[in-house]
Nanobody, 125 residues
Framework: QVQLVESGGGLVQAGDSLRVSCTAS????????MGWFRQAPGKGREFVAG????????YETERGKGRFTISRDNARNTLYLQMRSLQPEDTAVYYC??????????????????WGQGTQVTVSA
């Protein structure tokens, strides 16, 4: 059974940092493209960052603007998203996603097969 379990969300103030994590099981994590998406109230799900099996990374620069860092620990089957200088517009549910059959980092949510339940990140002004 495939599981992606996010954790680490919460309520922070503008300017704070936060790291969210995603623990995976039930598929071959180390060979999978992994991604972080987010969905704010009333908006669609949008790509934040992705990482390939060989640790290449891709960011949605307008959203991350150099503030977000994606990483993975294959020994722990865990994906991370380090977020710095958080702003109220970063408030969203953050989702971890896996694309086991892709060889490159995809930015479209349609290319990801498995999804976590999401973790809420709320940034107060």
């Amino acid at each position: 059974q495939v599981q992606l379990v996010e954790s680490g969300g919460g309520l922070v103030q503008a300017g704070d940092s936060l790291r969210v994590s995603c623990t995976a099981s039930g598929f071959t994590f180390r060979t999978s493209v992994m991604g972080w998406f987010r969905q704010a109230p009333g908006k669609g799900r949008e790509f934040v960052a992705g990482i390939s099996s060989n640790y290449a990374t891709k960011y949605e620069t307008e959203r991350g603007k150099g503030r977000f860092t994606i990483s993975r620990d294959n020994a722990r089957n865990t994906l991370y998203l380090q977020m710095r200088s958080l702003q109220p517009e970063d408030t969203a549910v953050y989702y971890c996603a896996a694309a086991p059959d892709r060889g490159v980092i995809e930015t479209s949510s349609n290319m990801y097969t498995f999804w976590g339940q999401g973790t809420q990140v709320t940034v107060s002004a």
